[in-house]
């Protein structure tokens, strides 16, 4: 396939599936604007390397592969920046974020690991089978099923207390 179709895919994919993705990055930073960016670097990751993809039948898994490691660096970069002073602090937290209508599942999934939380979110808010996980994340299937399990146990757990 050429270099030109597989761009054509690759556009046709995104532009219709724009809210699933924006909704996957926000799930990870809970920011409109740093989703909307993770999103915007992702494409562009994607366009990037468009030659690499050998199978444009997986494209769907290795768009999400490229987005979920996006999500997750942006998480870790903003891990490292440390605040001096108070007052950057309250600029910082004045920023308008959006809110979700059910707080306790959001605090519940933002305390699971990441190895749970992608699954999870993957498979309930992005609907994606369990064929689908493995190959964006690039494990076992049965390591996605236990995971997944593990994750809902945890999960519950966490919303219980």
Known sequence: MTKNKKYKLLEDYILSNKESHYRTAYSYVKNKDDALDIVQESIYKALSSIERIEHVEFLKTWFYRILINTSIDHLRKRKKVTYVDDIIVDIHSSTKEDTYKDFDL???????PDEYKT?????????????????VLQQNLNTV?????????????EIEV
């Open 145 to 157: 099923k236990t995971r997944l399990y593990a994750g809902l146990k945890k999960l519950r757990i």
């Open 119 to 135: 699954i999870i979110i993957l498979r309930y808010f992005e609907d994606l089978k369990l064929e689908e996980i493995a190959q």
């Open 106 to 112: 959001q605090d519940a999934l933002d305390k699971l």
